[in-house]
């Protein structure tokens, strides 16, 4: 019998080279995803220890919010990328944003010293927050019912009924520093609003508060340089923080213990989200890239680049829409339902 080997190898080599077109074409689409909208605004930097723009995403996903240091906070469809409304009150720079958990109440915070309550439905403002001695409001939250609001400012936090507008907790001491340069960058409740957890610039260690006793609970000690950001899980039972040292630390909120140490950033971590659900962790930061975790297995599930720093992230309750926003300005939104 006779073989036909230059049949054959050119039959393999056709195998092969189908194969491996398919295995590059995989590689590609899973390392490459691509926004579905991008959104460009205006960014006024006002200070070089916080993020010059700031997004937040209503629960259900459709509504975006941002500030960017203009005296006007903007809001947008997340669907189409359009803008819905033009939010104009204060009377310095708008710094940060926060959705009430049905994304009917958005809260953002100045320089102007103050917290506004807007009405997503309507775009009108329903309330304006102040506090004794409050300065520039550098991270603001509300809490998943709208009840309660959170502003951080330079060596406080102000926690205010949004219903009556009176302030319930003036928080002082142990990690917040007094000082203009000890700024409380990141500030977040916990589901049940019995807690607050704020990250404070250089300062290493994050601050959990009980807000029943407005006593300061825990100090979670585990990075080994200033944090930036602070975000809790969906079911309270995991805060999330990030910072300078290149590393995401998830901590039993219990136990006051570090869980997992989530690493894969190549610079500094500015931003932190959970899913609703708490599953999934995105962060972002000055390497370029918004990475997204899986929170179970303490694991990368993909990497979304960008060509300048990120300096905001958030996620929809249901975890399908992610939104990012770099110092440029730009604004991206991915479906990530099928990130793998």
Known sequence: MKLNIQGA??????????CLSMVLASS???????PLTTIKVTVQTQHAERSPLTVALSGDGKLLASASGEQSVLLWDATT????????????????????????????????GTVKLWDTATGKEKATLKGENLSEVNSVALSGDGKLAAAGTSGVVTVWDTATGKVTATLKGNSISQGPTNLVIGVTFSPDTKLLAHANY???TVALWDLVTGKHQAQLDGHATSVNCVAFSGDGKLLASGGYDQTVLLWDVAMGKQKAKLEGHTGAINCVAFSGDGKLLASGGIDKTVRLWDVDMAKQKAKFDHPQTVHTVALSSDGKLLASGTEDGTIKLWEVAGVK
């Open 202 to 204: 250089k300062t290493i």
């Open 28 to 34: 590609l689409s899973a390392e490459e995803p691509k």
């Open 81 to 112: 990328g359009k803008q819905k409304a033009k939010l104009e009150g204060h009377t310095k720079a708008a710094a940060c944003v926060a959705f009430s958990t049905d994304g009917a109440l958005l809260a953002s915070g100045s320089d102007d």
């Open 9 to 18: 190898t050119r039959r393999a080599s056709a195998a092969f080279a189908i």
